[in-house]
């Protein structure tokens, strides 16, 4: 049965939360005043249905259902967890606690964005103070992992419990706080870090401009991949941390920083801001700086995934739970037909100039194909760990039809040859009912300690001549053993 997810308030952040639940496989239903929700909700939808599923190297579910609601009884209905991401006033989020409770499953979560408000101060005047929990996400909520999951005493074990097991199965990344605090961790050392660049501008010693470059060239870099502590680490070279903080600690008495004192937010010090950040981003609107963003984002991401590391090994392991494709030719459901060999959604990174996938990604899609065949009949990891593995000889590819970010693809293999050491492929890759490619590939088995062609254990051997002996019944494919067309 599909999960139902509510969301009150549907602006910036309820908007993420959105996309994030319905592109999980969720169903959404929304609640916000607001005539325009619906509209924004679309265009946050819009940006995160081209950048999120291609994160995965496996398809998402199918999305849910998107329905707006006129009435918080209405919206909650059904609702195993409920999103309130209304403005940042505790007064107003307290008042949607009281009147979504009396209509709300008494067992759902009731998970609040809230930026600064600490949970007892939002279960304060509840009438079931043990459902409301904070979920404190980051924006694009779509791309970003981390949700701070504070909780107290009333929540009891259960309920955390539960939010942790669904926000990693929308693949975020919970993290627990052991103690609830003023604006939890993040945004407690986000606002030092704006304090801190105020301070600057209003001194006249740096620009908005100035201060972002600083940031993204240099350590914002690093933090990205290993935050602050195993950064330091780092730069305290094999002495380590201990002496890193020997070495800078007494810089911390120096007058460095302005940390103790808050800069008046005068109309002189928000014009200063306003206007040098027109002429730095002034040249794109919102909606461009979005997608650039996620752009960035996505990449940064894909590519800590190839690392298996920080957010993109929670990305990764969000796609070794998945069972979409087959592991093993006993998981194939069906070997007299083509095996699925790669279900998934086309990457932001993948598309080129001319707006579509670019032509070695059909290459790079069909490859991944041939990585899962192998592993069907054997060549796995732990295989190719004894020595033996498969070299490609040969591909021809035929680009029949173009595809878009954000798109789902399939592709189904055909072994046309799998006697001795030859390994004989072709591969359809599909959107739906649309051909777009076919690729043919001819695979040489190899010793990999003598590069040579050699004979594959028996372990790959016979599963690929089972898989090989099944689909020979089948058509030989339209296009096989083709050279380049010419009409
Ligand atoms: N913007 C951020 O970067 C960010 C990041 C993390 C958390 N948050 C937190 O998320 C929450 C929402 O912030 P936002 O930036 O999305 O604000 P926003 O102004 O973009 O959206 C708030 C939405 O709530 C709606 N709303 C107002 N009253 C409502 C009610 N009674 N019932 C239902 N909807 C109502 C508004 O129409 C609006 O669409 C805040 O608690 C904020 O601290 C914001």
Known sequence: MTNTAAIIGGGVIGGGWAARFLLAGWDVRVFDP???????????????????????????????????????????????????????????????????????APDAVIGSSTSGFKPSELQGCATRPDQIVVCHPFNPVYLLPLVELVTTDLNGDDLPARAETILRDIGMFPLRLTREIDAHIADRFLEAVWREALWMIKDGIATTAEIDEAIRMGFGLRWAQMGLFETYRIAGGEAGMRHFIEQFGPCLSWPWTKLMDV????????????????????????????????????????????????????????????????????????????????????PLDWTDYNGHMNEARYLQAFGDATDRLMMIVGCDADYIATGGSYFTAETHIRHLDEIHAGARIRV?????NGAGKKMHLFHWMYAGDRLLATGEHMLIHVSLETRKASEPAASVAEPLARLADAHAKLPRPEGAGAAIGVR
């Not at 265009?43 to 994160?55: F, Q």
């Not at 005068?266 to 752009?295: C, K, V, Y």
């Not at 189904?412 to 046309?416: F, P, S, Y």
Request: proline share 4%.
């Open 34 to 104: 607001d005539p325009q929700a619906q509209r924004k909700i679309g265009e946050v939808l819009d940006n995160a249905r081209r950048s999120l599923p291609g994160l995965s190297d496996v398809a998402l579910p199918d999305e849910g259902q998107l329905s707006f609601h006129d009435a918080m009884s209405d919206a909650v209905d059904g609702a195993i967890w409920i999103q309130e991401s209304v403005p940042e006033r505790l007064e107003l989020k307290r008042k949607v606690y009281q009147t979504l409770q009396e209509h709300c």
């Open 263 to 346: 800069p008046d937010l005068t109309d002189d010090l928000i014009n200063a801001i306003a206007d040098q950040s027109d002429a730095q981003s002034g040249m794109h609107t919102i909606r461009e700086l979005e997608r650039i963003r996620d752009n960035n984002l996505v990449t940064i991401l894909r590519g800590l995934k190839a690392q298996d590391w920080g957010a993109g090994q929670v990305l990764n392991v969000r796609d070794r739970n998945s069972t979409a494709l087959a592991a093993s030719l006993d998981q194939v459901a069906d070997i007299s037909q083509p095996v699925l060999t790669v279900h998934r959604a086309v």
């Open 412 to 416: 189904e293999t055909q072994v046309l």
